[in-house]
Structure formats: C-alpha cells, structure tokens
C-alpha cells in the first residue's frame, strides 16, 4: 500500500512539472530568427518629442528585432529597467557596430543615429520605454508583452 501511495506522489510531481513548465517543450534555436518590429522614430515631429509608434504588442518565446532611430533633435535617453530586465538580449546594433550584451540600463541618442535591438520576449506583462527627461513631452511608448 506505501508502495502505491509513493508512485503517485511521483506521477503527481512529473505531472505538476510537465504541465507549469512552458520551456520543457522549447524546440530550436529561439533567437536564430528575429521578427522585424515596425521602426520607432523618436522626435520626427517639429518639436522633436514624439514617437512613431506608441504601442507594441509582441509574444513570449519570440525574437525580435527593434530599430529605433532619433532624429537628432534632442538628447534621448530610453529607459525600461522593467522591460530590460524581463527580455533576453541578443545584441545591439548601433550604426554598422554589433554590440552583445547581456543587460541595459537605457540607450542614449546623442545624436541622428539608428539602433537596432535584438531580444527574446521572456516575461509577460505591459512595459513603459520613457525618455529620462522627455517623457511628459510624449517621448515614450509601450511594449506590452503576451
């Protein structure tokens, strides 16, 4: 009677595992192909303060590849500790240089420059992408992650 007891307590453990872990089932390479988010333009309004798309919609367990240009108009520097720390970071390109790296703090635009940011969406959730000093002005968008 242990015995049998005992067998179910592992069957309910293996059950328990296999069904509350999503990445047991994970085939490939997730991150060999990024799919292209449309380009965020940062301040190609006449004050310099807009952004081109205000909200993305993207998917866990997907790569992606965003790129974000500045106009130059103002100094932008994008922060999203929360998104930063809740994505898999491939690489960032910034004008024909690969940069890899494991975390962000934000990304400075000193001047008209793209980046392109390689990630793998890990956590779901809704995340803010401000600007330090310009996010009352509009320079901010958000990454709303399913």
Excluded: W
Aim: hydrophobic share 40%; proline share 3%.
């Amino acid at each position: 009677m242990f015995m049998q007891f005992r067998n179910k307590k592992y069957i309910l453990v293996i059950l328990s595992v296999l069904f509350f872990s999503n990445s047991v089932f994970a085939k490939g390479n997730l991150i060999a192909r990024c799919e292209k988010l449309e380009e965020q333009k940062l301040g190609f309004d006449d004050a310099g303060f807009s952004v081109s798309v205000p909200k993305y919609k993207i998917e866990t367990g997907q790569c992606y590849k965003l790129p974000i240009t500045s106009s130059g108009k103002h100094e932008y520097i994008l922060q999203g500790a929360k998104f930063f720390s809740h994505i898999y970071i491939r690489k960032l390109d910034i004008a024909q240089m690969e940069i890899g790296i494991n975390s962000l703090r934000s990304i400075d635009f000193d001047g008209p420059v793209t980046a392109v940011l390689y990630f793998l969406a890990v956590k779901p959730g809704k995340y803010m992408i401000t600007d330090r000093d310009l996010s009352d002005k509009g320079t901010r968008f958000e990454i709303e992650v399913e």
